[in-house]
């Protein structure tokens, strides 16, 4: 049976959960519609080799910044086109020492009014999925690639995601996370570099940046949201990272007694 903190989970995604009469009142909501107790199962998605890192950038004008100068650099940016559209930068928020970092694609409308990433039903989506793994969203770190928001939420051109890259890396660098999660397809493939589909990037450990930082994909809380039929998936995903997680910081843990 799920505990309490997965069916707030699968109860945030729209999943119903099964619960037997006898049981004793749950802590969370349910749906009016029950799923069959199949769905109690914690699904679970075999680890498969690391993938082969992306190139380091070439750009290091930031590789010295902290983070004062580098949130001081972006609010600055005029490095694309977006510079002239944007109403601000979107630089990031969350434990400047997480040991999560989610990383999603661009700022939308809401983002840019208010200068903070994943805000909106997305956003409150995504703060859901992070208080599934048992943690709150000022316990985390939430970026994005672009900094600034493309007009009509269009998707980043190459050459704006490469303006940014220096950015994203420095601060990648400076958190030093124990585990990346990339959130939607366009932010998987311009991590890894890569136009591979998200349904085959998805389940496997993926390394990202000049130190090989652990990533793994998952699906964008906007589009889990146009498709509730792949919410299960995105669950699949979270359990995968939370197992992956535990496993990353026992090595290092073993590492530190070695």
């Known amino acids: 049976m799920v505990d309490a903190r997965q069916?707030?989970?699968?109860?945030?995604?729209?999943?119903?959960?099964?619960?037997?009469?006898?049981a004793a009142p749950p802590a969370w909501p349910l749906e009016s519609t029950?799923?069959?107790?199949?769905?109690?199962?914690?699904?679970?998605?075999?680890?498969?080799?690391?993938?082969?890192?992306?190139?380091?950038p070439a750009d290091t004008a930031y590789i010295d910044h902290g983070w004062d100068e580098l949130r001081a650099a972006v609010a600055a940016c005029q490095r694309c086109e977006l510079h002239a559209t944007r109403t601000q930068t979107v630089f990031g928020v969350g434990n400047p020492r997480a040991r999560w970092m989610f990383i999603g694609e661009a700022p939308g409308a809401e983002e840019d009014r208010q200068g903070e990433p994943f805000v909106g039903r997305a956003g409150q989506l995504l703060t859901s999925m992070i208080?599934?793994?048992?943690?709150?969203?000022e316990d985390v770190f939430i970026a994005n690639v672009l900094k600034c928001r493309p007009p009509n939420n269009r998707d980043p051109k190459p050459a704006e995601a490469a303006s940014c890259r220096a950015f994203l890396e420095r601060q990648v660098a400076l958190v030093d996370p124990t585990l990346v999660i990339a959130v939607g397809r366009i932010a998987a493939q311009d991590l890894l570099a890569t136009e591979t589909p998200i349904a085959k990037l998805r389940g496997k450990v993926h390394s990202f940046g000049a130190k090989g930082w652990p990533l793994v994909v998952t699906y964008h809380p906007a589009y889990l949201l146009r498709s509730p039929s792949e919410k299960r998936k995105a669950w699949?995903?979270?359990?995968?990272?939370?197992?992956?997680?535990?496993?990353?910081?026992r090595e290092v843990a073993g590492a530190g007694r070695a």
Do not use: K, N
Request: a positive charge; hydrophobic letters at 55%; aromatic letters at 6%.
């Open 34 to 56: 029950v799923a069959p107790a199949a769905a109690l199962a914690t699904p679970v998605i075999e680890a498969a080799p690391a993938v082969q890192a992306a190139p380091a």
């Open 131 to 137: 208080r599934a793994l048992g943690m709150r969203r």
């Open 7 to 22: 069916a707030a989970y699968l109860h945030a995604l729209g999943v119903d959960v099964y619960v037997p009469r006898d």
């Open 236 to 249: 699949q995903d979270l359990v995968y990272a939370r197992q992956l997680f535990a496993r990353l910081e």
